[in-house]
């Protein structure tokens, strides 16, 4: 519940903020703000996830191509004795 | 990128199958199923994301704001009938968004859609310097008993070159790739669970009780795992070494244990 005096006071702030040029705080602008943050960063989290899924795929396809293999040698009898 | 331009050259690939010091995320994947608990845990991630900078944002901007300054009159707002149904219909589609591919992974755990080709029982035990006999009941010897033999931790101070600390053990459960296999988890004393990261599988061993879980190891290579329910002094001094083969060298190997354990 607001008061007159509160009111009054209120619309003063606004006219000064008008004449200055600042906006005065807005909590619908500060959700959108967030959100729009908030997406982006979750944004770039799914690319790390796609990539990750690219570089798997990649893995894989290599490995039964067999242009890669992930069987060590084994080395030639008698080293490091 | 790295693997394409490199493809033209015979490249060996070493994976994480094995905890590292300071690790923060998953080992690789070995498994469908762990590719599947992988891609989920993004998925949540995403969310988790998204609400931390939300949240962190609204607490900073809100504290910036309180400024006798620049804001000498605070908004005298009590309730809000518009955003109080917004938030409190946002935050309960998330669950929902999580939900979906939780149960479709959950569920695809537990079917089996194909039918194992080898059954392999692992019966944890204690205080046999750490033992968790291995019986593969699918083959048997001239004396038609199991293919069965001891798995021991190698003490600490007793490693080779290259071994890892407290995690080898001198047999290792040898399994083909790409191969189903059927796992039977029960323990001979108390409860004891047959864990290994990297192909997505933690099963109990709940006395008197057999468990069942399904793998498909999709590459071959060396995985390690540890008990993962206490079961007494060395429960922390119980590994698991599964080593995927291809099929050739595993038919190989199941014929010289058969030998070996009939001589």
């Known amino acids: ?81 | 990128m790295i693997l394409r331009s490199l493809e033209c050259r015979f490249l060996t690939i070493a994976l994480c199958d094995a905890a590292e010091p300071w690790q923060l995320g998953s080992q690789d994947a070995a498994t469908p199923m762990m590719q599947g608990i992988i891609d989920l845990h993004h998925d949540i991630f995403f969310f988790l994301i998204l609400i931390l900078v939300f949240v962190s944002r609204m607490l900073v901007r809100a504290l910036w704001h309180f400024n006798e300054q620049t804001n000498p009159i605070p908004q005298r707002i009590v309730h809000g009938t518009t955003i109080e149904i917004i938030r409190t219909i946002f935050p309960s589609v998330i669950p929902l968004f999580i939900a979906i591919p939780s149960f479709a992974l959950l569920y695809s755990m537990d079917g089996v859609l194909v039918d194992p080709a080898i059954t392999i029982k692992a019966i944890g035990h204690q205080w046999r310097a750490s033992t968790q006999p291995y019986e593969y009941s699918d083959y048997n010897s001239s004396d038609e008993q199991s293919l069965t033999f001891d798995s021991y931790t190698i003490p600490e101070d007793d490693p080779e070159l290259g071994q890892s600390r407290l995690l080898e053990v001198d047999n290792r459960v040898v399994v083909p790739a790409k191969t189903h296999l059927r796992m039977i988890v029960t323990p001979a004393d108390v409860p004891h669970s047959w864990a290994v990261p990297s192909s997505g599988v933690k099963c109990d061993a709940v006395p008197g009780r057999s468990n069942l879980t399904s793998i498909s190891v999709q590459r071959e290579g060396v995985y390690y795992g540890q008990c993962s329910e206490i079961c007494g002094t060395n429960h922390a001094f119980t590994p698991i070494v599964v080593e995927a083969v291809t099929l050739k060298d595993y038919a190989d190997w199941v014929s010289n244990q058969l030998i070996l354990q009939t001589n």
């Open chain 1, 1 to 81: 519940m607001s008061t007159t005096a509160h009111k009054v006071a209120t619309q003063a702030a606004a006219r000064t903020a008008k004449t200055t040029g600042k906006r005065p705080p807005s909590v619908l602008r500060e959700i959108v703000y967030g959100m729009s943050l908030g997406l982006f960063a979750g944004y770039l989290w799914k690319l790390h996830h796609w990539n990750n899924q690219r570089r798997t795929r990649e893995f894989y396809s290599l490995l039964d191509q067999g242009k890669i293999t992930v069987v060590a040698d084994e080395p030639p009898s008698g080293a490091g004795d």
